[in-house]
């Protein structure tokens, strides 16, 4: 059987982190499906579009990473897609109790779904798209914080 994963987040922007958790687990999975998910109550940084076509680039070439949008649950577009797994960073202490329990829940909503936890690599742990955003907000440069193959300022 086929072992799909799906990487959940907003990616708004895509960062090396991201990047780096994506790449090391496609030692572990057939295919690796970046999900991004659409909150109809949130407003996005970047538009979709834009963030479907950056995480493209970022992967191009990589037969066994494709990109996709979904609403609702995460383990819900899992099904739908026929993973078997979600694939989660941690950065932190904080991130794993808040993952954990979100994992859990999954668990019992669909217990044949699981939850594979990734340590970020040192390097990454202070890195978030939030902090990118901030630093873009403020005139700052982005570029050591996001993959080498996108630009944040083209039109």
């Known amino acids: 059987m086929k072992k799909i994963a799906v990487f959940p987040g907003s990616f708004d922007p895509i960062t090396k982190g991201h990047e780096d958790v994506v790449l090391r687990a496609t030692e572990l999975f057939d295919e690796i499906i970046v999900a991004i998910g659409v909150n109809s109550g949130k407003q996005a940084f970047y538009p979709l579009e834009q963030r479907i076509k950056w995480i493209s680039q970022v992967f191009a070439g990589k037969q066994n990473i494709s990109v996709q949008s979904y609403t609702g649950l ?82």
């Open 74 to 155: 995460t383990i819900d577009f899992c099904r739908q897609t026929g993973a078997g797994f979600i694939l989660r960073g941690l950065r932190t202490a904080a991130d794993f109790e808040f993952e954990r329990s979100i994992g859990q829940m999954n668990k019992k909503m669909h217990p044949e779904i699981d939850t594979v936890f990734f340590l970020t690599l040192p390097e990454f742990t202070m890195l978030t798209s939030s902090i990118v955003r901030d630093i873009i907000r403020n005139g700052g440069d982005p570029s050591a914080f996001v993959p080498d193959t996108i630009d944040l300022f083209e039109s």
